[in-house]
């Protein structure tokens, strides 16, 4: 199964605002374990930044003056995610800015139902709790210190493992685990968080199919 981690970044809280993109990053996910494929840019917003963004972000208007805007990166963005299930971590800001993007350009908007709301899994796994994204890897003991400011990629990262977690998917820490995977330098670090998933050989599968043919022979009820 594919699925695709997203956040974004922007200029600010609201589209009714005015507020555009600066920043959108995805990590994509088979059978919940990372990839290589990533996607990420930063945006011109054409607008300036608002100072309670800049203070989440650090994003200036000087550095964002030079970069695509989002029409020129859309249909990479969209070819990325295409068929695959987003993840996002309180969706609804995240698809309100994407599918306002969208809309300006008058191309078809994402759909809800594509998203899974780890935030939504968030409040019902820990009902009453915090469930921002610190709090999360910190009930996860996921380490967040890369994150002084909020960064698409870097919060990537942190919520693909904080969602192994809030599906019960997380691998058990081996250290033969942890030598099979030490070599591999392209995937993210610590891959503990991610689950394992160990793929039947050609030959364990004929000998199911034999053993399932024997067995179904059988009336065990005589």
Same mark, same amino acid.
């Given at each position: 199964?594919?699925?695709?981690?997203?956040?974004?970044?922007?200029?600010?809280?609201?589209?009714?605002?005015?507020?555009?993109?600066?920043?959108?990053?995805?990590?994509?996910?088979?059978? &919940?374990?990372?990839?290589?494929?990533? *996607?990420?840019?930063?945006?011109?917003? +054409?607008?300036?930044?608002?100072?309670?963004?800049? =203070?989440? !972000?650090?994003?200036?208007? +000087?550095?964002? @003056?030079?970069?695509?805007?989002?029409?020129?990166?859309?249909?990479? *963005?969209? %070819?990325?995610?295409? %068929?695959?299930?987003?993840?996002?971590?309180?969706? =609804?800001?995240?698809?309100? !800015?994407?599918?306002?993007?969208?809309?300006?350009?008058?191309?078809?908007?994402? @759909?809800?139902? &594509?998203?899974?709301?780890?935030?939504?899994?968030?409040?019902?796994?820990?009902?009453?709790?915090?469930?921002?994204?610190?709090?999360?890897?910190?009930?996860?003991?996921?380490?967040?210190?890369?994150?002084?400011?909020?960064?698409? /990629?870097?919060?990537?990262?942190?919520? @693909?493992?904080?969602?192994?977690?809030?599906?019960?998917?997380? +691998?058990?820490?081996?250290?033969?685990? %942890? &030598?099979?995977?030490?070599?591999?330098?392209?995937?993210?670090?610590? %891959? /503990?968080?991610?689950?394992?998933?160990?793929?039947?050989?050609?030959?364990?599968? =004929?000998?199911?199919?034999?053993?399932?043919?024997?067995?179904?022979?059988?009336?065990? *009820?005589?």
């Amino acid at each position: 199964m594919i699925e695709v981690v997203l956040d974004t970044e922007t200029t600010g809280l609201s589209v009714k605002d005015g507020h555009r993109i600066v920043e959108i990053g995805c990590i994509e996910l088979n059978n &919940q374990i990372p990839t290589l494929n990533k *996607f990420h840019c930063y945006l011109n917003p +054409e607008r300036k930044v608002s100072e309670k963004a800049f =203070e989440i !972000h650090g994003y200036t208007d +000087e550095f964002l @003056s030079d970069k695509k805007k989002f029409k020129e990166i859309a249909d990479d *963005f969209l %070819n990325f995610i295409k %068929n695959k299930k987003l993840i996002i971590h309180n969706a =609804e800001f995240d698809l309100g !800015h994407l599918n306002n993007e969208l809309a300006i350009l008058n191309k078809e908007k994402i @759909s809800r139902e &594509q998203v899974i709301d780890t935030l939504e899994l968030a409040k019902d796994k820990f009902p009453g709790s915090a469930i921002n994204l610190d709090a999360l890897c910190k009930k996860f003991r996921i380490d967040n210190s890369k994150r002084a400011k909020h960064t698409a /990629l870097v919060d990537c990262e942190l919520l @693909s493992k904080v969602y192994i977690n809030l599906i019960d998917q997380k +691998e058990p820490t081996l250290n033969l685990y %942890n &030598q099979e995977k030490k070599n591999n330098l392209n995937l993210i670090n610590n %891959n /503990l968080y991610y689950k394992k998933v160990i793929k039947p050989s050609s030959e364990e599968i =004929e000998l199911h199919k034999k053993f399932l043919k024997k067995s179904l022979k059988k009336n065990y *009820f005589n």
